[in-house]
């Protein structure tokens, strides 16, 4: 019979071995200190059972040891045929992860370097669990470094490989405050708000647009988004919100795509702006409602061209309309009639001659008045415009995608 514990070192089969030497039951070879006698590396006891705190068929703790580490060997009972290995411990060859100089740190970490770290320091508490594998870390609470100085506070999830956020409900990410962590983790009443008051301004303009003839939002969508999906995560979305800002940046390209609609609502100002060009192609119809202030399109340099290609092109105006080159001609053109009409009078211009006409009198008021003998004419330009098909445009880029 055996009291007491035994010192022993764990042997792996090869010296100083990279990972854990273990049997199919999961259990190692020591060698005794005592034991002056050189057997093969890695046969001088029986396989031996480790004491874990907690353990079971499918669950368990475990942390394999490495060759080298200081074991104590006891024996159930003090029966000298029933050794286990009751706990490792540090020693001068492995000296303790803590010690007097980081006394406040609850320290598990493995010998590749995998990490879970607890500061215990008041007012300085932190989590680190991290991998050398890309340096993938997260950190919370009093962010330190190798040197214990403080580089932020929160948290940081970083790594130098991939990263990747999923959740098959839904995500919510926001700025907004919840002190103490109290209340509920979707609590996105502010988020909400937010979304809530601009639907609200875009229903306001939409009713102005409708009763001026303009093409109206689609608003009704954008209502049914906030009630049907993104209030408590109803489906899979992502709702991002801030009460100060929120900035998107990138040093190439930046896409916003949705299948359905998309729906950019400002309380105050919309700007946008590009040091090149700037691209709008629509399907269907494209409105532009302006309720005040106006409305202006202007080129500093280059032409302005507006065309309808294969239908009408009405300018309309309540009070003065002006037209005026303050450098060159004005050519209006058709190759059919042209009518200018002045309360009643009229002036019609085709190829079948020009026409006059007038309730009142016609009054010329000419330095000269000159009559050639012999007719003449302008040719007219009119250009041809093709008729497009985006449903075959549609088509032979999702071939070209396929492909």
Request: aromatic content about 6%.
């Amino acid at each position: 019979m055996i009291a007491g514990s035994l010192p022993a070192r764990v042997e792996s089969a090869q010296k100083n071995d990279t990972y854990a030497w273990l049997d199919e039951q999961g259990r190692y070879r020591v060698k005794l200190d005592f034991d002056r006698n050189s057997p093969e590396q890695g046969y001088a006891y029986l396989w031996l059972r480790l004491a874990k705190p907690y353990a079971g068929e499918t669950y368990g703790w475990h942390a394999p040891l490495l060759d080298g580490t200081e074991v104590a060997v006891m024996f159930d009972a003090g029966d000298l045929d029933r050794p286990y290995i009751a706990y490792a411990q540090h020693d001068s060859e492995h000296p303790d992860h803590v010690t007097r100089d980081n006394h406040t740190r609850n320290v598990l970490r493995t010998p590749s370097g995998n990490k879970l770290r607890l500061e215990d320091q008041r007012e300085q508490e932190h989590i680190k669990l991290a991998t050398e594998y890309g340096k993938s870390q997260l950190n919370l609470g009093h962010l330190v470094n190798a040197q214990r100085e403080q580089r932020g506070r929160g948290f940081e999830l970083r790594t130098d490989e991939f990263g990747a956020v999923r959740a098959a409900k839904g995500i919510f990410l926001t700025a907004h405050e919840q002190l103490k962590a109290q209340g509920q983790v979707l609590e996105m009443a502010p988020a909400v708000s937010q979304i809530n008051q601009a639907n609200n301004q875009m229903q306001a303009l939409s009713g102005a647009a409708e009763v001026a003839g303009a093409l109206v939002a689609d608003i009704s969508t954008q209502l049914n988004l906030v009630t049907d999906r993104l209030n408590n995560l109803q489906s899979a979305v992502l709702l991002a919100s801030a009460p100060q800002g929120v900035a998107l940046t990138s040093g190439e390209h930046l896409q916003l795509t949705s299948t359905g609609n998309t729906m950019i609502n400002a309380g105050q100002h919309l700007d946008m702006g590009a040091m090149k060009n700037l691209s709008v192609s629509v399907e269907k119809a494209l409105g532009l409602f302006v309720h005040k202030a106006g409305a202006k399109l202007v080129a500093n340099q280059g032409d302005v061209e507006i065309q309808a290609q294969h239908n009408t092109l009405a300018l309309f105006a309540q009070q003065l309309m002006t037209v005026t080159s303050s450098e060159d001609e004005i050519i209006i053109s058709t190759p059919k009639t042209l009518t200018l009409n002045g309360g009643g009078s009229y002036l019609k211009l085709s190829q079948n001659g020009i026409e006059h006409g007038s309730t009142g009198d016609l009054i010329m008021k000419t330095a000269n008045y000159i009559v050639p003998g012999s007719g003449a004419n302008l040719p007219v330009d009119s250009p041809a415009f093709n008729v497009t098909d985006i449903s075959e445009m549609s088509q032979v880029t999702s071939k070209s995608f396929n492909d």
